[in-house]
């Protein structure tokens, strides 16, 4: 990447009063520095920042935006890629931040280099590279902050999609809704496992009314389950096997032998209670 040259760094430091208020006209013309999920304040500040980073780094090392020279300005796109994504931006919006800084900086190269049109057009390269660069690693900084935000929200949604329900007293039911996957069949047997443990629970009841399908993996997700929970020393009963379930296990030609089922959580709750010593009547 070309380097800038010490009369560039010197003019942007000269200018940086008059750069940062024709950046911040060109984001307000944008609408960038108007949108609600940001403060005003809070925008400005920014720009100033950066500004002061950009500014701040000596033309020897202004060739490379992955030297030490440039580590500040990298954490500080790191920290605004973060917050834009957490505040619901797009990549694109998040880039634009250093991308419309270009016309103040080129304006500010013709006014400087104006007897000079060779040294103009190689600092005007200078400055578009690095510009380029640093808004290619504020992308990626914000596809990263985005993905971990997508990563902790499936985590947050497996953990709810999954409950485990104390329906009595050492009787559990973890109704399931959705496909059952690796990851889920993971999730579900933490949760389940840590229940039994607290609870003391001696019987978990797994309803499985709202699986879609249920196919030669989610049989075997579910075995590996009811496996885990017979060696905590709690029994297992599957629950929510509906005509089309049964047909479908009969025609996979799945072992389930040693599991019990039944059609629906009401008698699979009959049954754990029975096996408890208990029984429901019907009040006078």
């Known amino acids: 990447m070309t380097a800038l ?7 942007i430091r000269k200018s940086e009063t008059h750069l940062l ?16 999920r940001i403060n005003h304040a809070e925008f400005e500040a920014q720009t100033r920042e950066f500004l ?3 500014a701040g780094v000596n033309a020897s090392d202004s060739g490379n935006i992955g030297d030490a020279a440039w580590s500040d300005a990298r954490g500080f796109l790191d920290g605004l890629s973060r917050s834009r994504a957490l505040q619901g931006f797009d990549s694109q919006a998040t880039a634009n931040f250093i991308f419309s800084l270009k016309r103040p900086l080129f304006e500010l190269l013709q006014a400087e280099y104006a007897t000079n049109p060779a040294e103009l057009a190689a600092q005007i390269w200078a400055v578009t590279e690095l510009l380029d660069a640093l808004g290619m690693h504020t992308v990626r900084a914000f596809q990263k902050s985005r993905e971990e935000v997508i990563s902790r929200q499936q985590e947050e949604l497996l953990e709810l999609s999954t409950p485990v329900v104390k329906l009595w007293d050492g009787v559990l039911a973890l109704p399931m809704i959705g496909t059952l996957d690796s990851q889920r069949t993971q999730v579900v047997m933490e949760s389940l496992l840590q229940r039994i443990v607290e609870t003391g629970s001696e019987i978990a009841i797994i309803d499985i009314t709202g699986v879609p399908t249920v196919d030669t993996l989610v049989a075997q997700h579910l075995l590996k389950t009811v496996t885990a929970i017979r060696l905590m020393g709690a029994d297992a009963i599957i629950s929510g096997v509906r005509p089309q379930i049964a047909q479908t296990i009969v025609h996979l030609g799945l072992d389930l032998q040693g599991i019990v089922t039944k059609a629906n959580l009401a008698d699979a709750l009959a049954l754990a209670l029975k096996r ?7 009040a006078s």
């Open 52 to 54: 002061r980073l950009l």
């Open 5 to 11: 040259s010490q009369q560039t760094i010197d003019a």
């Open 276 to 282: 408890s010593g208990l029984t429901v009547t019907k």
């Open 21 to 36: 208020a024709s950046w911040q006209a060109n984001l307000d013309a944008s609408g960038a520095s108007r949108d609600a």
